[in-house]
Every structure is written in C-alpha cells, then in structure tokens.
C-alpha cells in the first residue's frame, strides 16, 4: 500500500525519518550543509509531502510497518508558468517490487492532476530509481547538470 503520510506522524518519527532522508536528498543538495529544519516546516505546512509504502505483512522489521518513502514537493516551471511535482527524495528500507511502483505513480499522477501539476519530475543517480521509471514508461535520457558557485 503506498499513501500519504499523516503530518502527526511525520513529527512523531523524524528523527529516523530525517537520518533516512539525509543519505537520499537530491543531488543539487551535494556538499551544502542543509537545513533540516526548513524541510520539516514545509512538510508541516504541506509545501512538501510525504508519501509511505507500507509493509501489509505484520511481521516487517521496521517498528512502523514501513517499507519506504517518497518526499514531494511542488515545483515551478518558470518560463512557462506551470507547475510539477518533483519527487524530492526516495527511500527504500526494503525491496519495492514494480507493482507498488505502479501503485504509487498513480497515486501520485493523482495528486499531482489534483494540485493542476502537469508533469512528475525527479533528480537521481540511483540506477533502481532510473529502472524503475523507464518500467513506468517515463524518460530517463536527461541528465543533471552541476557546477559549483
């Protein structure tokens, strides 16, 4: 099952949802000392989602039945005044076969229609993440480009 997490539960299991999330920013985050406390306040206020794949078995090793999360955010695409939605950060604490893959797109398609974005778009180098896109039928061809300032 893949869904939203409620924001009650986001402050109840920070801090290990914050170690987690840490090992799997973004890589436009490398090398900056960031701020955990902004993420945290945009999640509260819903700027930023969390979003669980819960384990439907009870014996899961994970003290909360989660198999991993996603990290939303809504993005702007300025020169052409349109909205995405970017998938900030993907955790897995365990494997997540493509069925809850697809489980979760079309959640996220969902809300992503809901909130008049018009694309998901995300930034990794984690070849999984890559696999499991091109398995959705998304483009995986681009590349990230970085320099330092």
């Not at 869904?3 to 973004?26: F, G, H, S």
């Not at 991993?68 to 604490?93: M, P, R």
């Not at 809300?111 to 018009?118: G, H, M, P, S």
């Amino acid at each position: 099952m893949f869904t939203k997490y409620p924001q009650t539960e986001i402050k109840k299991y920070w801090e290990v949802l914050k170690a987690a999330m840490l090992e799997n920013l973004p890589p436009t985050t490398m090398g900056i000392d960031v701020d955990t406390d902004v993420i945290f306040a945009k999640l509260m206020s819903d700027e930023m989602q969390m979003w669980i794949f819960v384990n439907k078995e009870s014996d899961t090793e994970n003290s909360n039945g989660a198999k991993g999360f996603i990290i939303t955010a809504y993005a702007s695409e300025l020169g052409f005044n349109f909205k995405t939605l970017l998938i900030y950060a993907v955790v897995a604490t365990i494997h997540i076969d493509e069925f809850e893959w697809k489980e979760a797109y079309a959640t996220l398609k969902s809300f992503a229609r809901k909130n008049k974005c018009l694309k998901l778009v995300a930034f990794s180098a984690n070849p999984r993440v890559t696999e499991v896109v091109n398995f959705l039928g998304g483009d995986s061809s681009h590349n990230l480009l970085v320099l330092e300032v």
